[in-house]
């Protein structure tokens, strides 16, 4: 196997889709951000408000943003018109949010770098928006979850 993203002679190279098949590609992609105590005080009906507003809408809306772009942040990646982007902010029993970006396009390549990244920066809008009241917030994890379409499917057990 070799990096999609190099040519015969190592350098780096934009993947040629041209003779790849059109199909409908969905990801979906995780982060989790572990918040301390004095932010977790702050949350009411599911969510934080701030004065810059919703902490966990805020950052559905980054999210979306963020994923709509990954053609511009990721040099590599092609330019993408999503279908749909979907972000979900929930907490878990361990008072760590929980942040599930799915996006789906039908296209010749995939699609799941929109939904890292749209995850991504999900998170890191929650920590924007919380760092005034600690440091203390880690984001512990960005992971793809599943994928279908593609030469082949990919779900994390």
Do not use: W
């Amino acid at each position: 196997m070799t990096f999609s993203h190099l040519d015969e002679s190592g350098r780096a190279t934009m993947v040629d889709v041209s003779e790849k098949q059109i199909s409908h590609r969905t990801a979906t992609a995780q982060s989790i951000v572990s918040l301390p105590a004095e932010v977790l005080e702050q949350l009411t009906d599911g969510d934080i408000q701030t004065k810059k507003g919703s902490v966990f809408q805020t950052a559905i809306i980054a999210g979306i943003m963020a994923a709509k772009k990954t053609g511009d942040l990721i040099p590599l990646c092609h330019p993408l018109g999503l279908d749909n982007c979907k972000i979900t902010i929930r907490l878990n029993n361990e008072n760590e949010v929980i942040i599930n970006c799915t996006a789906s396009i039908t296209a010749k390549t995939g699609i799941e770098m929109e939904a890292l990244v749209g995850a991504s920066i999900a998170a890191l809008t929650v920590y924007d928006m919380c760092k005034a009241l600690s440091h203390d917030i880690v984001i512990k994890e960005t992971k793809l979850v599943e994928k279908t379409g593609g030469k082949r499917d990919f779900k994390r057990s």
